[in-house]
C-alpha cells in the first residue's frame, strides 16, 4: 500500500518523502520525457500532445523506418532538435541539480534525449536513450558533425567513410542501450537507499526495470507524475503533479527537515 492508497494528502506524502530523501546516503532519480515537459518539449504518449499521437513509433524510433523513409526520419529529428535547443531548463530540473549537490551519492538517470538535466548543472547525468545533438553513421558508427546545411536537408548527410547514412545517436526500438550507462544505472538501483522517478510512463524496458530493481533491494520509491502508471502502482509514494511544481516542493520540504 503506498500514500496515494493510504489517503495521506500530497502535502503530508512531500513532507514524508522528503524526509526520507534528507537522511539518504544514496539517491538514484530515473527521469523521463514529462520532466521536460514543463520546458516545452513534447512527450511522447500523451494522447493529445505527444510526439506520437500522430505519429507512429515504429516508423520514426526503429531501424526498419530509417531504412524505409531515411528522409521522414531525418526531418522529423531535425524539427525535434530545434524544440530542444529553443528550451530552457524548468524548475524541476534546477531542483534536482540542487538535491544532487546536497546528496553524498546522487546518480541522474535520464531516459531524455534533451540536454536540460545539464544546462540545469546536473553532473555526470547518465544517458540511457543517447542524444539528440550528437550524430554516427548508422553503417560503421563513425562520428559525424553535424552542418547548418544538414539541418534544412531534406536527407540524412552521408558517412564520408563509408557512405553510409546518418543519423542521430539516439536509441531506437530494438537496439541496444548503451553498455556503460545502463550498466551504471543498474548498480545504482542496486545500491541506492532512494529511487525518485520523474515523469516516465513506465512502460519501456529495461529503464522500466530500474524501480523494480531498487524496490527489489530494499530501495524507497518516490514516482513524481500527474498520471498515474505502473511505476507509482508499486512505488512507496506518489506524489501526484507535474516535476515543476513538485520537486521545488520537496526540496523546499528538504530545507526545512534540515533546519530541524
Ligand atoms: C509529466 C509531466 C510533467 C507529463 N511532470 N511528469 C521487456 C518487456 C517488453 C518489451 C521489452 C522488454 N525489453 C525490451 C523490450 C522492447 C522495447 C520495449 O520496451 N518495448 C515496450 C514499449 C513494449 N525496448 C527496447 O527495444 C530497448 N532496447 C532493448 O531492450 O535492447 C535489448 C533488446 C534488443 C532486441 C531485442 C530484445 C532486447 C530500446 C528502447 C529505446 C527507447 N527509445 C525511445 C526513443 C528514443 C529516441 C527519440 O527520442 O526519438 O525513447 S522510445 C521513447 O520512450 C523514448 C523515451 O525515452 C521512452 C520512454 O518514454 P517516457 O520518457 O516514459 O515518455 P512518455 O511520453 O511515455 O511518458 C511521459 C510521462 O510524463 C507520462 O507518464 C506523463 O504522465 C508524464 N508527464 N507531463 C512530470 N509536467
Ligand atoms: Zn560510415
Do not use: K
Request: proline share 5%; charged share 20%; hydrophobic share 40%.
Amino acid at each position: 500500500m503506498n500514500s496515494f492508497d493510504r489517503a495521506v494528502s500530497l502535502e503530508d506524502s512531500i513532507c514524508e518523502a522528503a524526509a526520507i530523501l534528507a537522511r539518504a546516503r544514496h539517491i538514484a532519480c530515473l527521469t523521463g520525457a514529462g520532466i521536460s515537459a514543463e520546458s516545452g518539449v513534447s512527450t511522447f504518449r500523451d494522447a493529445l500532445t505527444g510526439l506520437w499521437s500522430t505519429f507512429d513509433p515504429q516508423r520514426l524510433a526503429s531501424q526498419e523506418g530509417f531504412a524505409e523513409d531515411p528522409g521522414f526520419v531525418w526531418r522529423w529529428y531535425m524539427g525535434r532538435l530545434a524544440q530542444v535547443e529553443q528550451a530552457q531548463p524548468n524548475a524541476g530540473h534546477r531542483a534536482l541539480a540542487e538535491l544532487e549537490r546536497r546528496t553524498r551519492t546522487f546518480t541522474l538517470v535520464t531516459q531524455n534525449v534533451d540536454n536540460l538535466h545539464e544546462r540545469a548543472g546536473s553532473q555526470d547525468t547518465l544517458h540511457l536513450h543517447g542524444r539528440i545533438n550528437t550524430f554516427h553513421c548508422n553503417e560503421c558508427g563513425a562520428a559525424y558533425a553535424l552542418s547548418d546545411e544538414d539541418r534544412i536537408a531534406g536527407l540524412p548527410p552521408y558517412c564520408i567513410h563509408c557512405g553510409g547514412w546518418v543519423r542521430p545517436s539516439v536509441v531506437w526500438f530494438g537496439e541496444m542501450l548503451p553498455e556503460y550507462a545502463l550498466d551504471e544505472a543498474t548498480r545504482a538501483a542496486q545500491q541506492c537507499d532512494v529511487m525518485l522517478v520523474v515523469g516516465t510512463s513506465g512502460i519501456v524496458y529495461p529503464a522500466a526495470s530500474l524501480p523494480e530493481v531498487a524496490l527489489a533491494n530494499g530501495a524507497t520509491v518516490i514516482d513524481v507524475n500527474p498520471e498515474p502508471n505502473p511505476i507509482s502502482e508499486v512505488a512507496n509514494y506518489y506524489l501526484c503533479g507535474t516535476g515543476g511544481v513538485i520537486l521545488p516542493a520537496l526540496m523546499n520540504a528538504i530545507v526545512r527537515v534540515d533546519r530541524g
